[in-house]
């Protein structure tokens, strides 16, 4: 696979704790540079950031982030600021402790109000695939396919591990049609780049493509 559709699918990520407006810029510009899908940062830099990539690129940010446990009024106000913002598309964090509980309806309907704000704009929903069974990665399949999101995400990167190929050939055959995939954490090379696309993900959240893409020598998109 051609390096340059690996960049097309990825989400160029910063959102470490001590990002500084300089890392932003530097994403900003090498996912311009490379053609990347977005770039998937802080809420904090939504606005500076879409004002400095104008329309040359998709900004992406998080809500609930990371650990998704804010009140679903709050991951609606997080939202729509996000949106006044400039902010492209949402990546959302469920409420892992619903999930547990067996409260699936309580999460369904959580991504159901956080899609309607988004309206045409993307959603993203991270189930953080690393503290859930098989059953409750299906049934989230489930949930995010009947709330109308547009994509089902593995991990924050901020918990214990990120994706796995068992979890996106999962995701794969458990989806609704409409319902993308977006495999993230802990993605390292272009070889699991690679087979990742295979399984069926159309997004991948990471920070190491590029400067992959810089050591191999790979030309700048376009």
């Known amino acids: 696979m051609d390096i340059k559709e690996i960049l097309k699918c990825v989400d160029h990520t910063l959102l470490s704790q001590g990002a500084t407006w300089a890392e932003i810029q530097k994403i900003c510009d090498d996912a311009v540079e490379y053609g990347t899908a977005s770039v998937c940062i802080p809420p904090s830099y ?3 950031a ?3 990539v104008k329309d040359k690129m998709a900004v ?7 650990n998704g446990y804010q009140t679903t009024k709050t991951k609606i ?3 729509q600021d996000a949106l006044d913002n400039g902010a ?7 409420n892992i402790g619903w999930v547990k509980d067996g409260k699936y309806d309580l999460v ?3 991504i159901r109000e956080l899609k309607k704000v988004c309206g045409s704009k993307v959603l993203k929903v991270i189930i953080e695939t690393c503290l859930l069974t098989d059953e409750e990665k299906v049934r989230m ?5 009947d709330a109308g999101a547009d994509y089902i995400k593995t991990s924050t990167g901020f918990s214990t591990a990120g994706a796995t190929f068992e979890d996106i050939a999962l995701f794969a055959v458990n989806v609704g049609e409409h319902v993308k995939i977006k495999a993230a954490g802990g993605i390292s090379s272009l070889d699991d780049a690679e087979k990742f696309i295979g399984l069926g993900a159309d997004r991948l959240g990471t ?3 590029i400067k992959l893409a810089k050591e191999s020598g790979a030309n700048a998109a376009g």
Do not use: H, L, N, W
Not at 88 to 94: K, L, N, R, S
Not at 141 to 145: D, E, I, N, S
């Open 77 to 79: 106000f997080e939202t």
């Open 88 to 94: 492209d598309e949402i990546d959302m964090v469920i």
């Open 46 to 48: 939504v606005a500076q």
């Open 60 to 66: 992406c940010t998080v809500i609930g982030f990371p």
């Open 108 to 110: 369904e309907e959580e």
């Open 207 to 209: 920070s190491r493509i």
């Open 141 to 145: 399949c489930q949930a995010v396919t």
């Open 50 to 52: 879409k004002e400095y």
